[in-house]
């Protein structure tokens, strides 16, 4: 019913940056808030940052000043701009959604599938 496409993940050097995408398509009415999370092997996932759809934001301390979430609510689309990324930001990093469906059944939780970000020193 609804998918979550990421992309611009990659591969980079300490100290640099990397834009994170995530489209959202399918049977969408509205987006509540959108997020980025991240999971190295063995961990659990980890929250980055969110953004409600007014536009409101938060952010793991760990990112706190080096990242930024941003959304485009016409595009359905979700951002997360990392600069000076260090090598323990390396890891999969995935989107996340509330989404309310086109029939209004209710709230459902989508995930995408990961992009991986590896940060070398």
């Known amino acids: 019913q609804v998918q979550l496409v990421e992309s611009g993940g990659g591969l980079v050097q300490a100290g640099g940056s990397l834009r994170l995408s995530c489209a959202a398509s399918g049977s969408i009415f509205s987006i509540n808030s959108m997020a980025w999370y991240r999971q190295a092997p063995g961990t659990q996932r980890e929250l980055v940052a969110t953004?409600?759809?007014?536009?409101?934001?938060n952010y793991a301390s760990s990112v706190k000043g080096r990242f930024t979430i941003s959304r485009d609510n016409a595009k359905n689309t979700v951002y997360l701009q990392m600069n000076n990324l260090k090598p323990e930001d390396t890891t999969v990093y995935y989107c996340q959604a509330i989404v309310v469906l086109l029939n209004k059944s209710g709230k459902y939780n989508y995930w995408g599938q990961g992009t991986q970000v590896t940060v070398s020193s």
């Open positions: 953004i409600t759809s007014g536009g409101s934001t």
